[in-house]
C-alpha cells in the first residue's frame, strides 16, 4: 500500500510503482478544516498487487486494452461499474473513460471520469499495470437488461474525439464496448 497526500503532484509517487502489477486506486475519507469553504479528500491509497490474467475484451487504439468489466447493483438505485484496463506501451495523451447507461439512443446515466479515480491518468500508464477503474452511475429506475445496456469507451481529454475500438487485426470497429 502507497498512501499518498493528493494536493499535489503525485508523477513521483506514480514512478514508483513499477509492473507488472495490479494497481487499484482508492480515495479516501474527505476532510474539512474550519476555514475550507468545501471537504478535500485526506489521502489517496495505491493497492498494488499480483496481477491477474484477463483475456482482452476491447482493443482501443491497438495501444490500451479493456482486460475485465463487472457490474454490480448497489444500494440506492444505482450501479457500480468495475473495470480493469492496461497498455500495450506507454501513453501520451490524457483520457477519460466513460460509461454510459443506455436506453435504445438516449443516455439515462453516466459516469466520465480519469481513470482511478481522478488520480492515475493515462499518462502514468505503463505496459504490465493493470488498473482498476470503478464507476458509479445514478439511475432513477431500476436498471433493465432486457431494455437497457452500458457502453464503455475512452476519449481524449483535451479535444473529446472518442479513441477508436479496434478489431484483432487493427480494423476501427467503433467507439464504445457494450457490457454483456
Keep these: ?65 479493456l482486460r475485465f468489466a463487472d457490474l454490480k447493483e448497489i444500494e440506492d438505485g444505482r450501479l457500480q461499474v468495475d473495470l480493469y484496463w492496461s497498455t500495450v506501451e506507454p501513453v501520451d495523451a490524457s483520457y477519460t473513460a466513460f460509461i ?16 482511478g479515480t481522478g488520480y492515475w491518468p493515462s499518462q502514468w500508464w505503463k505496459p504490465g499495470l493493470l488498473m482498476q477503474d470503478s464507476h458509479i452511475l445514478d439511475i432513477e429506475k431500476d436498471y433493465n437488461r432486457n431494455t437497457q445496456q452500458i457502453t464503455i469507451g475512452l476519449y481524449n481529454t483535451r479535444t473529446l474525439e472518442p479513441l477508436p475500438m479496434m478489431d484483432p487485426s487493427g480494423s476501427p470497429i467503433g467507439e464504445a464496448w457494450i457490457l454483456q
Design 1 to 65: 500500500l502507497v498512501y499518498a497526500w493528493p494536493h499535489e503532484n503525485l508523477e513521483k509517487t506514480a514512478s514508483a510503482i513499477a509492473s507488472p502489477a495490479l494497481l487499484d486506486v482508492t480515495v479516501g475519507e474527505l476532510a474539512k478544516g474550519d476555514l475550507d469553504p468545501e471537504p478535500y479528500p485526506l489521502y489517496v491509497r495505491y493497492s498494488i498487487g499480483e496481477p491477474l490474467s484477463w483475456p482482452i475484451l476491447a482493443r482501443f487504439d491497438n495501444t490500451i486494452q
Design 100 to 115: 454510459h447507461l443506455m436506453e435504445g439512443d438516449d443516455i439515462v446515466a453516466q459516469s466520465d471520469s480519469v481513470p
